[in-house]
Nanobody, 123 residues
Framework: QVQLVESGGGLVQTGGSLRLSCVASGRTVTNYAMGWFRQAPGKEREFVAS????????DYADSTTGRFAISRDNARKSVYLQMNKLRPEDTAVYYCAARASIFATTRPQYDYWGQGTQVTVSS
């Protein structure tokens, strides 16, 4: 089993930045692909960013490309999401996810999920 705990969410003004963190415990996730998803009220969960098990391949949703950056630190069992130039439409609960594969996917086909952290961007 893998447990994921997100942190770093909060309230920020338009144009501001936040850095989300996700720490894994339990089974090692060194070779697991990791992803970030988000869900706004009344909307489906959507892909934000992913990183391969090796860390060498990253992918982003069109809406976050150029503003968000995903990274991982296997020694710390952590994955991060640096979010810059935030917009009100980025407001959502952000979820960290782990996939028992070195290959990430933009679909919510991940094996483990965190509880989420709220990000609110005020206009």
């Amino acid at each position: 089993q893998v447990q994921l705990v997100e942190s770093g969410g909060g309230l920020v003004q338009t144009g501001g930045s936040l850095r989300l963190s996700c720490v894994a415990s339990g089974r090692t996730v060194t070779n697991y692909a990791m992803g970030w998803f988000r869900q706004a009220p009344g909307k489906e969960r959507e892909f934000v960013a992913s990183i391969s098990g090796s860390g060498g391949i990253t992918d982003y949703a069109d809406s976050t490309t150029g503003r968000f950056a995903i990274s991982r630190d296997n020694a710390r069992k952590s994955v991060y999401l640096q979010m810059n130039k935030l917009r009100p439409e980025d407001t959502a609960v952000y979820y960290c996810a782990a996939r028992a594969s070195i290959f990430a996917t933009t679909r919510p086909q991940y094996d483990y999920w965190g509880q989420g952290t709220q990000v609110t961007v005020s206009s």
